[in-house]
């Protein structure tokens, strides 16, 4: 069965510091990738979806850069934190290719807090 | 005009109440419809997941579509304590790599 890793599961940074979040699927190979960020009574944001190794899409324009390393790995980065991008980061799956029947999965979030 | 709207509540019920969540959809063409259960600071997880029109028990979970109004529901029967959450609604694009979400409906189920 596939399951989906990430961590850390909460952080605290100080404004200005860097930020690394990283999350890895197993189970499955070629997954489309996503990162996810939730703000309270908001819904869910799309940040970046990655189709393939080195393939990276943005969504939101911000000081948040994403890269895949690896086939199942995702990475969310920012060299320098800001106030407003505390919030609930969430890491997510689903199954490549081109079908309307797709699902999607996420892993159990990261809590960030920049102070 | 989003592609999924969803009532945001939030909603508290008793102990045992029948609870109805509603989302509308833009797309006649969405075939695929999938319900999402968030708890507290935790991902959310796919609760159930439907195809075209009618309804869907699993449980005490009910998913119906009507895609003459395009309207979708979740009823959750005989209601528990366990059961409060955050529930989204979810349409994949029709590629599959895209995903539409409501922006979550809060529930409490008081005992």
């Known amino acids: 069965s596939q399951t989906i890793h990430q961590w850390p599961a909460t952080l605290v940074q100080p404004v200005g510091s860097p930020l690394s979040l990283e999350c890895t699927v197993e189970?499955?190979?070629?997954?489309?990738l996503y990162w996810y960020r939730q703000a309270a009574g908001r819904g869910l944001q799309l940040l970046f979806y990655?189709?393939?190794?080195?393939?990276i899409s943005s969504e939101v324009p911000q000081n948040l850069s994403a890269s895949r390393p690896q086939d199942r790995q995702f990475i969310l980065s920012s060299k320098k934190l800001l106030l407003s991008d505390s919030g609930f980061y969430l890491c997510?799956?689903?199954?490549?290719?081109?079908?309307?029947?797709?699902?999607?999965?996420f892993g159990e979030g990261s809590w960030l807090t920049v102070v | 005009q989003k592609e999924v709207e969803q009532d945001p509540g939030p909603l508290s019920v008793p102990e045992g109440a029948i609870v109805s969540l509603n989302c509308t959809y833009s797309n006649s063409a969405f075939q695929y419809f999938m319900w999402y259960r968030q708890y507290s600071r935790k991902g959310p997880e796919l609760l159930m997941y439907t195809y075209s029109s009618g309804n869907k028990e699993d449980g005490r979970f009910t998913a119906q579509v009507d895609k003459s109004s395009k309207y979708i529901s979740l009823f959750i029967r005989d209601s528990q304590p366990s059961d409060s959450a955050t529930y989204l609604c979810?349409?994949?694009?029709?590629?599959?790599?895209?995903?539409?979400f409501g922006t979550g409906t809060s529930l409490t189920v008081i005992p």
């Open positions: 979810a349409i994949p694009s029709n590629t599959g790599n895209q995903f539409y």
């Open positions: 990655s189709v393939g190794i080195g393939q």
């Open positions: 997510a799956w689903s199954s490549s290719g081109t079908h309307s029947g797709n699902t999607i999965y």
């Open positions: 189970g499955t190979s070629n997954p489309n």
